[in-house]
């Protein structure tokens, strides 16, 4: 128990003897930390903007780079605060002419760099641009679009105004255009006509419009319509007691939107003859229509959305019983 103690007590001493030296000797080490941190000569990567300048009349023919990547060197301290700089570069290209140009991007100076900090590399170094006569055209507008319309459905008609757009650009690029397409507008389960306001699909730096332009897509939708054929319909008379009729069971087919026609249950479908009053004659042939005289109808649970393309037999005969 006394051995237990006594290490205690050197370790307490350790800690409490001489404790202004030793704070001092730790204040020291924490010094000489900072200053080797703040002293260590680091590498790292920033982006920087491409800011250009071109000549009156010209511009490139392919879209301009827009940022670069620069590797610097320096003081971890001054290194760290670069990422936080806007960083350009100006490429001045007002006294090139027509035709490619040769850069190098390593020789040109990086506005807002810390002077404590070297540009070690600049990816990409060199670039290669054409430059071309810019050209004004009248263009037609399309519209563009993706997904298609619920089942049953499609398009009829795509209306886009303004349809007809001023582009300037490269005349390499432009004086073979006749036509640019929208931004794409979305018909995933459209059911119904709808209008999207929408830009150009163009890219950017290429080709750019004479004034503001945005565009209205009108989107006509309709029903598709298809024929369906019903087996074995039967055959009801109305008010026709002492009436019957040869042909119990037709066949009918019926022409309408996909999914009002796929609605229909078979069972609600059925040929109704409709014998006049004092209708005197033994035998008949009723044909299908309105109006006075022995005739008969199709009835069918969809309305006037969906019409009768034809029955089989044509006519149905009728006779007394």
């Not at 100076?109 to 990409?124: D, E, I, K």
Request: net charge neutral; aromatic share 4%; glycine share 6%.
């Amino acid at each position: 128990m006394s051995r237990m103690k006594d290490v205690l007590l050197d370790v307490r001493a350790l800690f409490t003897t001489n404790l202004a030296y030793k704070t001092l000797a730790l204040v020291f080490a924490l010094m000489m930390w900072v200053w080797v941190q703040s002293e260590q000569v680091v590498e790292d990567r920033a982006r920087v903007r491409l800011e250009w300048k071109l000549p009156d009349g010209l511009m490139l023919v392919e879209p301009q780079l827009e940022t670069a990547t620069v590797t610097v060197e320096g003081v971890q301290a001054f290194v760290r605060a670069v990422r936080q700089t806007d960083l350009s570069i100006l490429v001045d290209l007002s006294r090139a002419k027509e035709g490619e140009v040769s850069l190098d991007l390593s020789e040109r100076p990086v506005a807002g760099m810390p002077s404590q900090v070297r540009v070690a590399s600049v990816s990409p170094s060199t670039l290669k641009v054409q430059l071309d006569r810019v050209l004004k055209r009248r263009v037609n507008v399309v519209a563009a679009t993706r997904g298609e319309p619920a089942e049953g459905f499609r398009v009829s008609k795509l209306i886009v105004q303004p349809d007809r757009v001023e582009l300037a650009g490269p005349s390499s690029v432009l004086r073979s255009l006749t036509e640019v397409a929208t931004d794409a507008v979305d018909l995933s389960g459209l059911r119904e006509d709808a209008e999207f306001q929408v830009g150009l699909a163009v890219r950017k730096g290429q080709l750019v419009p004479t004034q503001a332009a945005r565009f209205a897509v009108e989107v006509k939708i309709e029903a598709i319509v298809q024929q369906r054929a019903f087996d074995s319909v039967p055959v009801l008379l109305r008010d026709a007691e002492g009436f019957g009729t040869s042909s119990p069971n037709v066949r009918v087919t019926l022409a309408g939107p996909v999914e009002r026609l796929n609605a229909i249950n078979p069972e609600e479908v059925s040929v109704v003859v409709h014998v006049p009053e004092g209708w005197s004659n033994a035998m008949g042939e009723a044909r299908r229509g309105r109006g006075e005289g022995l005739r008969y109808e199709v009835v069918q649970p969809a309305g006037e959305a969906v019409s009768v393309v034809d029955v089989v037999p044509e006519r149905i005969k009728v006779e007394r019983r």
